[in-house]
């Protein structure tokens, strides 16, 4: 508003000019500042808080120190979702990994129609994790779902019951839960793992060709090392996005997590007791704990994944 | 294109020295292309089968044993009943206000604090800073509950504002358009600056068109993950008036499972638009996945 040269004579001027100049920048971040606190700051701390109280009548609280946690420790229930969420996690890590890598080397050499290709790989990710739940409930279905009749036209008789058997098997309900989000998750593991490998560099092949190796021993010597990086990123945010499982469990068995619990993440646990049973402390506890397993999660694939590249530039 | 240009060198050099590879090399390209098509069929089957099986009135009767991939009866009478028993217009009506708006305040606040981080100068910026990053470490999950008591507690329950207030600005965000900002030249705001441009003025009509690209990305991740979003919805509104899409079609699957032909019909009318705006946009889609390498 002042006219410049003003606030250049003068001292004062400039300082209040300056002064301005650095309110400018709070008025910038004071808004989303505010939303963070009130929406992100302030619920996580609740959740600390909640964890260490008891609500009794009319909204009094007692202080009940790690009551809560040792409720929660001592529940088979939060076990049995915990072990789920691993299970799960682990399995599907295990299976959509070395699948997209062998996929996206394929689609990688392949010298046309990679990208219809990618395109259709990339298409059960735009779906949300409920309808794919809900089409996959009808795939898995035992009598006439599209995988029971592709394996009775293929002649086999005994077809497996998947979703509707809750034991721990290869053709039970955490098996076909599996089955559905290597499914789905496998286009986006196609993608960044192509991405990886388009970023190697070509002179490096172009040098092992000239040393006489065959294409098994470069994949297997260049084309997986170099990746590694690539691998630690899906493993770390892969393992983060399985621990957080929700919507399509959710959407095949309810917060139970049916048949008799077999597909219960933690998150549906915390969900459960939360706002069925009305149990806030125990489903805070619950939350805590979680939020201590991502973070470890978090850390220690920083931790691998910065030691190794600092160790490389040493 | 890339691929061609990146290969084309490879391919001459080796030429000369190896011509009796060709027949191998064109083997297992074929062999590949046979896999990879294989899997792509996988990846469709169950689409063309909800898509099918979803146009077969019978269907809700009684399902063929060996699954058939096109009905004996096609007619839109699944369609028609699942539109009347759902408000679906109402849920896509939700599903865009919420996402249309989530997204542009994320946006818009992501930039602005990403252009305080990137380009102001103000005592405790660093500390302001890491506590916008900080929250990139707290999964929404530990602060549902609390999250729910607190929208009951403003009474914002069973409003569009519950669905909206918590997903206005975040950390990721923020730490994105901070990086996309500080690749601008200091220069380039230094000369509006001197022309008398405000710091809001250089914000909106030099710093946001030159970052066009980043703010794409994000707000297509964004619209990716509001759109899917089932957890929070579930939570904060039983009013089926304002169900989202993809909230009411999990409660929709959850209640009418025996009607296969009308419940893979709503599943159809939930997923086919998106799909096809994805057909149109996935060029940019992937990119936005690749390039922030975080998973929709």
């Known amino acids: ?166 034991r721990l098997s290869f053709t039970g309900s955490r098996a076909a839960a599996t089955l559905l989000a ?23 092949y172009d040098a092992a060709a000239l040393d006489g190796a065959n294409g098994l021993q470069t994949w297997w010597h260049i084309t997986l090392p170099s990746l590694r990086p690539t691998f630690i990123f899906l493993i770390m945010t892969g393992t983060v996005d399985a621990l957080a499982r929700f919507g399509d469990l959710w959407t095949l068995g309810g917060p139970g997590g049916a048949p008799a619990r077999s597909l219960q993440s933690v998150v549906m646990f915390m969900f459960q007791q939360g706002f069925e049973s009305g149990d806030v402390s125990l489903a805070a506890a619950a939350a805590v704990v979680f939020f201590i397993i991502v973070l470890a999660v978090t850390a220690v694939s920083f931790w691998a994944f910065l030691g190794r590249e600092f160790r490389a530039v040493r | 294109m890339s691929d061609l240009v990146q290969q084309a060198p490879a391919l001459s050099a080796t030429r000369p020295a190896r011509r009796f590879r060709l027949p191998w090399d064109w083997a297992s390209q074929l062999a590949s292309m046979v896999v990879l098509a294989l899997g792509a069929l996988i990846m469709l089957l169950p689409f063309i089968w909800m898509l099918t099986t979803s146009l077969s009135r019978k269907a809700n009767q009684s399902m063929p044993r060996i699954p058939s991939f096109w009905p004996s009866d096609p007619s839109l009478f699944n369609y028609q009943v699942a539109a009347g028993s759902l408000p679906i217009g109402q849920y896509y009506l939700n599903s865009l206000v919420v996402v249309g708006l989530t997204t ?36 929404f999950e530990t602060r549902m509950i609390p999250l729910y008591h607190q929208m009951a507690a403003l009474g914002l329950t069973n409003t569009y504002w519950a669905l909206i207030l918590p997903f ?36 909106w009509q030099i710093v946001l068109p030159l970052c066009a690209p980043t703010l794409a990305t994000l707000g297509i991740l964004n619209i990716i993950w509001r759109w899917n979003d089932v957890l929070w919805p579930l939570l904060v509104t039983s009013d089926r008036n304002l169900y989202t899409v993809t909230q009411g079609l999990a409660l929709a699957g959850r209640s009418s499972g025996i009607k296969v032909g009308v419940a893979l019909a709503t599943a159809v009318m939930a997923i086919l638009p998106v799909i096809i705006a994805y057909l149109f946009l996935q060029r940019y889609v992937i990119r936005s996945v690749v390039s922030s390498g975080v998973k929709g």
Do not use: C
């Not at chain 1, 290597?182 to 490096?204: C, E, H, K, N, T």
């Not at chain 2, 500390?127 to 999964?139: E, K, W």
């Open chain 1, 1 to 166: 508003m002042e006219p410049k040269s003003s606030a250049n004579r003068s001292g004062f001027g400039s300082r209040l000019t300056r002064l301005r100049r650095t309110l400018v920048w709070y008025s910038f971040i004071l808004p989303p500042l505010l939303l963070i606190l009130t929406f992100i700051g302030y619920p996580t701390l609740q959740t600390f808080r909640q964890s260490f109280f008891t609500r009794g009548m009319g909204n009094a609280e007692t202080f009940a120190g790690l009551e809560h946690y040792g409720r929660l420790l001592t529940n088979q229930i939060f076990w049995g979702a915990l072990g789920n969420t691993v299970l799960l996690g682990v399995a599907f890590l295990g299976i959509v990994i070395p699948l997209a890598a062998a996929l996206a080397s394929l689609l990688n050499r392949v010298k046309r129609g990679s990208a219809p290709l990618k395109v259709i790989y990339f298409l059960p990710q735009l779906t949300s994790s409920v309808a794919v739940a809900l089409m996959f409930n009808y795939v898995f279905q035992p009598d006439w779902g599209l995988l029971n009749g592709g394996l009775r036209a293929l002649g086999v008789t005994e077809v497996p019951l998947w979703l509707a058997d809750p």
């Open chain 1, 182 to 204: 290597v499914w789905a998750g496998l286009g986006y593991f196609i993608i960044v793992i192509l991405a990886g490998l388009q970023s190697i560099p070509r002179d490096i």
């Open chain 2, 104 to 139: 542009a305040g994320y946006l818009f606040f992501s930039a602005i604090a990403g252009y305080a981080f990137a380009k102001g100068r103000f005592p405790g910026k660093s500390l302001l800073f890491i506590v916008f990053l900080s929250t990139l470490f707290i999964p």
């Open chain 2, 168 to 203: 206005l600005a975040g950390g990721f965000g923020t730490f994105l358009m901070r990086q996309a900002i500080s690749s601008i030249p200091d220069e380039l705001i230094e000369a509006a600056r001197i022309d008398g441009a405000t710091e809001f003025r250089i914000f």
